[in-house]
């Protein structure tokens, strides 16, 4: 079975970092990539960034510069680090997967959540100030 755990969250100050780590698990080879998003309190949960299983990249506007996702393949592990956080980027953040080969490769219009097959349960990210 495809597993996945996000874990990192915390508490941060306004312009501080985090790394966030999704352990990834199930998968037998290359055929999937792995995407973060996010929930704020009374908002609907947003895409932030994806990944492909050989290292191509997309973010969302909003983090642009300041995200930053790679993967460890060795390790089964992608990460997040978020650095200049803002209070605005509280939330819960979630890892997912899509079982697909070259997903966030090419051509990424967005980080859809109607994409992702496997889920992960979230971490919280506050930031204050």
């Known amino acids: 079975d495809v597993q996945l755990q996000a874990s990192g969250g915390g508490l941060a100050q306004v312009g501080g970092s985090l790394r966030l780590s999704c352990a990834v698990s199930?998968?037998?080879?290359?055929?999937?990539?792995i995407a973060w998003f996010r929930q704020a309190p009374g908002s609907e949960r947003e895409g932030v960034s994806c990944?492909?299983?050989?290292?191509?990249?997309y973010y969302m506007d909003p983090v642009k510069g300041r995200f930053t996702i790679s993967s460890d393949n060795a390790k089964n592990t992608v990460y997040l680090q978020m650095k200049r956080l803002k209070a605005e980027d509280t939330a819960v953040y979630y890892c997912?997967?899509?079982?697909?080969?070259?997903?966030?490769?090419?051509?990424?219009?967005?980080?859809?959540?109607?994409?992702?097959?496997?889920w992960g349960k979230g971490t919280q990210v506050t930031v204050s100030s």
């Open positions: 199930g998968f037998t080879s290359d055929d999937y990539g």
């Open positions: 997912a997967a899509r079982a697909r080969v070259g997903y966030c490769s090419g051509y990424v219009g967005a980080v859809v959540e109607d994409d992702m097959d496997y």
């Open positions: 990944i492909s299983y050989y290292g191509s990249t």
